[in-house]
């Protein structure tokens, strides 16, 4: 299995740290997310014990903070108590307290969070908490429990699905990254090691699924399906009934596992930053709504949609795919869809659709296309929009000539390559070839091909 020395943000994979590109690579991430500046403790066993400051670049899982600190946010740093037996003193639980959020990151072993330290982390702490480790949240020996079992598998790098996008929480994660229909379109971690842990057994009732992944799982392949990013609000009932949160939680699987193999000692070599661009976007967003105790900023129900993204006009060769992109702002609940036209008349295509704010479709085009049009159509509460139009031009390979459409019915598409060969040659394919090519045509446009 690969191994990283990864330390840095992948937004900035290609920089070093204190260059120019590097800083202006984190400021391009940090802009993804309007930030509120908050107070965060971050949690693991990376430093002394203790409480200290943000640390250094040589601390595994350094790049979070640096990603955190780039977005506006102050971190200082707690490695706390090593034995399940130590019990948070009161001191130290009214000094984590007063931070705006803490987040337990995944460089750190779970057995410390057993009976009796683990409920405390439960009734306790009153402030808003991510813990990125699905070791820490299971029911086992007494832990947090926030989960109903502790089957934690591994992924392979995927793209997360996301929960019921008319849950404004739901939507604010997903908005600053493209989707189709629910799914991101790109991945949200990228391989380290063993990569993300996540959790497949459900979460204890009164939890806000945000986010699921569908994925091969490391090291076997099996289709698997688990949990990725879950809220659950003060009040909620966990550890099979036995606590009670004190304050707003969340999970989000994030940073990587340690290696199977030597050297792949906790926390030495657990914890990487290990979030693609987009992941980036959606965990600086999951600080924001933790941070806000789970309720997501708010928008103008009376607003208008607005396209802050415009589809761009390409040209391609016969036989490519195009990629299409384009983004709306305004409340929802909304649907985003694809259309595809000449100019004049356009059709929606089947499965172009997402409810979220940023939709992306890759298309394959062949001659046919030439001249083609797409747009987006966005349907929310206060109206439809559209976005301007996408022209796809589509230049000739060196395949053979096509057959011409002389003599046939009018068909746009047929008669923009008759017109190009000239009008006049007969082609060596049959006339009917251009009937199955227009047949062909016709069931891409209704979304399928024969």
């Known amino acids: 299995m690969k191994t990283s020395n990864k330390l840095l943000p992948s937004t900035a994979r290609a920089f070093k740290r204190g260059s120019l590109p590097f800083a202006v690579a984190m400021c391009l991430t940090a ?99 991510i813990c990125m480790s699905p070791y820490f949240v299971r029911p086992d020996g007494g832990r947090f429990g926030w989960f109903t079992g ?37 991945n949200f971690d990228e391989l380290i090691d063993r990569n993300t842990s996540l959790i497949q057994n459900d979460p204890e009732a009164g939890a806000i699924v945000y ?18 990013i879950v809220g659950f609000p003060a009040g909620t009932s966990v550890a099979s009934g ?29 914890g990487r930053e290990n979030l693609t661009p987009a992941g980036e976007d959606i965990f600086l967003r999951a600080v924001q709504l933790a941070a806000n105790n789970g309720v997501a900023p708010a928008v103008d129900p009376q607003a ?6 415009q589809p761009a006009s390409v040209t391609v060769k016969d036989g490519a795919k195009v990629t299409l992109r384009a983004a709306v702002s305004g409340p929802g609940p909304r649907t985003l869809t694809w259309e595809r036209g000449d100019g004049v008349t356009f059709t929606a295509i089947p499965e172009g659709s997402t409810p979220f704010t940023r939709s992306e479709i890759t298309i394959p085009v062949n001659v046919f296309d030439d001249g083609v049009q797409f747009r987006l159509s966005a349907t929310g509460p206060n109206g439809t929009v559209v976005s301007d139009a996408a022209t796809i031009t ?33 082609l060596a394919a049959s ?11 016709d069931a891409h446009l209704r979304g399928f091909t024969p």
């Open 31 to 129: 802009a993804m997310v309007p930030a509120k500046a908050a107070n965060i403790l971050w949690v693991s066993d990376t430093t002394p014990l203790g409480f200290s400051g943000p640390g250094g670049d040589n601390i595994t899982d350094a790049a979070f903070i640096r990603l955190l600190e780039t977005a506006g946010h102050t971190v200082s740093r707690w490695n706390s108590p090593d034995s399940q037996n130590t019990l948070l003193s009161q001191s130290e639980i009214d000094t984590v307290n007063g931070y705006d959020l803490i987040i337990m990151g995944r460089a750190g072993a779970s057995g410390q969070h057993q009976s009796p330290q683990g409920p405390q982390w439960n009734t306790a702490i009153t402030k808003p908490l």
């Open 150 to 186: 502790g089957t934690l598998p591994d992924t392979t790098p995927t793209p997360l699905a996301a929960g019921d996008a008319n849950d404004s929480a739901v939507d604010y994660l997903f908005s600053g990254v493209s989707m189709d229909g629910s799914a991101m379109v790109s």
């Open 211 to 228: 986010a699921r992944a569908n994925f091969a799982a490391e090291g076997n392949g099996a289709a698997t399906t688990a949990y990725a």
């Open 242 to 270: 036995r606590e009670v949160l004190a304050g707003y939680r969340m999970f989000f699987a994030g940073g990587s596992r340690e290696g199977a193999t030597f050297p792949n000692a906790i926390p030495l070599y657990t």
């Open 304 to 309: 208008p949609l607005t396209f802050t993204q």
């Open 394 to 426: 589509v230049t000739p390979d060196n395949a053979p000539a096509r057959a011409s459409c002389s003599g046939q019915p009018r068909w746009p598409e047929c008669d923009r390559v008759f017109r190009r060969s000239g009008g006049t040659e007969r």
């Open 431 to 441: 006339v009917q070839l251009c009937d199955y090519r227009r047949q062909r045509l």
